[in-house]
C-alpha cells in the first residue's frame, strides 16, 4: 500500500519547492500517493477562504502532509485578518490537526560550516529542537488589555497531560539520536516550570534509557553560541522553543536549508505530522527558478522518518543533499566563488542523481 501524502504548495515559491521534494521522494523507492490540495493566498483566490473545509478532509484523510509555504504581499491586505493565508491558512491547520509538537532541526552542514558565524574551534552542531506548540503563554486565558490602556495581561498555563505528551515525543526522537534530552526551563521564577521540571523527571525516572538534564533558558541561549555541539535534543515550551529554535537554525548560516515537521498524537503506530521548511513564500524570486529546495527536500527526509518510519530512506536522502552540496552546485542564495550556479529543479534533479 502507498503511503498517502496531501501536498499543499500553497504561494510563491511553496510549489517550486515541493515540486522538488516530491521528485526525491519518488526516487528514494518509497511509494507515495500524492494529492494536491489548496491552502493560502492560492485557496483565497480559488474558494473565498484560505483553509477550505475539502483541505481540512485531505489531510485527515492522509499519512502525512507536506507544504511548501503561503503568503505574499497580494493577500497582505485581506480583510478580515482572519482570512489572511498566515493566520487562517496555516496557523488555523496546525491547530485542525492537533499538531502541538514542533520539530527543528539544526545541523551544521559540512560543505556549508564557513558559513556559520561559529565555524572557528567548535564541534559541529547536530540538534533538534522539540518545542510544545498549542499551550503556554500564547494560548493562556485571561489575556487582556485595560480599558485606559496601562496594563496588559498574557497568561501562561500548562497542565501535566501537555507537558508529559511533547515529553514522550522528545524522548522518542532523542531513541534515533544520541539519547540524550536537554529539558529547558526557567524554574528558579515560573511555576509553569516546576511543574515542568517534575513531569519530564517523572517520565525520565519511568525510561532511563534516555539521559535527562535541566537547563535554564537564559543559559542555553549562552550556551547555543558558546557550544551548540553539546546538544542531542532540546525539550522546551512554546515561548522558548520558539526562541531558541530560531537562534539554532541561525547558527548554521543558511534559512533555505532548514526544514521542520509539525507532529501530533501517532496513527497506526507511525507519527502523523505536516512537514514543511521554515522558510516563507519569498515573492521577491518566485517563479524564477532561484529558489533553493534543500530546506523541502529535507522537510519531505522528516516526512519518511517520523511519518512512515523509513529511516533509510530519510538517511539516503539527507545524504544526497550533503553530497550535491559537497560537490559545489549552489542555488543562488548560497552561491559563492568556486562553486556552480545551478537552478531549484537542477539542484532537485542533482540530488536524485546522488541517491544510492
Ligand atoms: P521569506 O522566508 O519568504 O524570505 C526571506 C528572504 O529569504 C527573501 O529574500 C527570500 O528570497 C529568501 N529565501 C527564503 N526562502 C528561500 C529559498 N528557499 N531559497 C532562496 N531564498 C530564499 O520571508 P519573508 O520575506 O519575511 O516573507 C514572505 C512571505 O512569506 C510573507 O507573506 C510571510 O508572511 C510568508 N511566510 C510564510 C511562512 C510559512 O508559510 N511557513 C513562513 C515565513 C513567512
Known amino acids: 500500500m502507498p503511503y498517502k501524502v496531501a501536498v499543499l504548495p500553497g504561494d510563491g515559491i511553496g510549489p517550486e519547492v515541493i515540486d522538488e521534494a516530491v521528485k526525491v521522494v519518488r526516487a528514494s523507492g518509497i511509494d507515495i500517493e500524492c494529492e494536491d490540495g489548496l491552502l493560502g493566498g492560492v485557496a483565497y483566490d480559488e474558494t473565498g477562504t484560505p483553509l477550505p473545509p475539502e483541505t481540512i478532509r485531505l489531510c485527515e484523510s492522509s499519512d502525512a502532509v507536506l507544504l511548501g509555504a503561503v503568503g505574499g504581499p497580494k493577500w497582505d491586505r485581506v480583510e478580515p485578518v482572519a482570512m489572511r493565508p498566515e493566520i487562517g491558512g496555516l496557523l488555523a491547520l496546525r491547530r485542525e490537526l492537533n499538531l502541538y509538537a ?19 574551534g567548535r564541534n559541529l552542531m547536530d540538534l533538534v529542537v522539540v518545542r510544545e506548540l498549542t499551550g503556554g503563554i500564547y494560548f493562556g486565558e485571561p489575556r487582556s488589555r485595560s480599558a485606559d490602556g496601562q496594563k496588559a495581561i498574557d497568561t501562561c498555563v500548562y497542565t501535566r497531560a501537555e507537558i508529559e505528551r511533547i515529553t514522550r515525543q522528545a524522548f522518542q ?34 525510561n532511563p534509557d534516555v539521559s535527562v538534564q535541566h537547563m535554564l533558558v537564559d543559559n542555553c541561549a549562552m550556551q547555543l553560541v558558546r557550544d551548540p555541539g553539546q546538544f542531542d535534543v532540546i525539550l522546551t515550551e512554546n515561548m522558548f522553543g520558539d526562541i531558541l529554535s530560531d537562534e ?54 522528516m516526512m519518511l522518518r517520523f511519518s512512515f518510519a523509513e529511516p533509510e530512506a530519510a538517511d539516503r536522502v539527507e545524504a544526497a543533499v550533503e553530497a550535491a552540496l559537497g560537490e559545489g552546485l549552489r542555488t543562488a542564495d548560497i552561491f559563492e566563488a ?4 545551478v537552478s531549484t529543479s537542477e539542484m532537485g534533479d542533482a540530488v536524485v542523481a546522488k541517491m544510492v
Open 102 to 120: 514542533n520539530i527543528r532541526p539544526a545541523k551544521t552542514l559540512r560543505p556549508l560550516l564557513h558559513a556559520s558565524p561559529l565555524r572557528e
Open 173 to 206: 526522537i532523542a531513541r534515533g539520536r544520541r539519547r540524550q534530552v536537554t529539558s529547558v526551563d526557567k524554574a528558579n521564577v515560573l511555576e509553569t516550570s516546576r511543574l515542568w521540571r517534575e513531569v519530564v523527571d517523572e517520565f525520565a525516572s519511568q
Open 248 to 301: 539554532a537554525s541561525m547558527i548554521t548560516g543558511s534559512l533555505g536549508l532548514l526544514p521542520s515537521a509539525s507532529l501530533s498524537d501517532d496513527r497506526n503506530g507511525k507519527a502523523y505530522g505536516l512537514f514543511e521548511p521554515i522558510h516563507g513564500s519569498a515573492p521577491d524570486i518566485a517563479g524564477q527558478g532561484r529558489a533553493n529546495p534543500l530546506a523541502a527536500i529535507l522537510s519531505a527526509a
Open 338 to 341: 568556486n562553486t556552480k550556479l
